[in-house]
Nanobody
Framework: QVRVAESGGGLVQAGGSLSLSCTASGRSFGAYAMAWFRQAPGKERDFVAAIDWSGHTTSYIGSVKGRFTVSRGSADNTVYLQMNTLRPEDAAGYYC?????????????????WGQGTQVTVAS
């Protein structure tokens, strides 16, 4: 059974930083892309960042470029999201996802396995 679990959310002041972690289990994820999405109350789930199977190619939504960094851990089944200079509009539930594709896609349809999410709150 495939499981995806996020951790690292919390409350931070605007301008602060948080680091999210995601660990997947139940199969080898080293050959597949992994991604982060976020969803605020009453809004759709939006793409944040993705990293391809090799870890060499990343993709970001425009509003987080230069502030967020997605990376893969030394273990193939781990991905991180370093979030700096956080803004109130970054507050949301953050979800990790993976699937059977290798490219750093920004489409939810390309990811089959999702975590339960971790909450990020940014105080202004």
């Amino acid at each position: 059974q495939v499981r995806v679990a996020e951790s690292g959310g919390g409350l931070v002041q605007a301008g602060g930083s948080l680091s999210l972690s995601c660990t997947a289990s139940g199969r080898s994820f080293g050959a597949y892309a992994m991604a982060w999405f976020r969803q605020a109350p009453g809004k759709e789930r939006d793409f944040v960042a993705a990293i391809d199977w090799s870890g060499h190619t990343t993709s970001y939504i425009g509003s987080v470029k230069g502030r967020f960094t997605v990376s893969r851990g030394s273990a193939d089944n781990t991905v991180y999201l370093q979030m700096n200079t956080l803004r109130p509009e970054d507050a949301a539930g953050y979800y990790c996802a993976t699937g059977v594709g290798v490219a750093a896609s920004d489409q939810t349809k390309d990811y089959n396995y999702w975590g339960q999410g971790t909450q990020v709150t940014v105080a202004s």
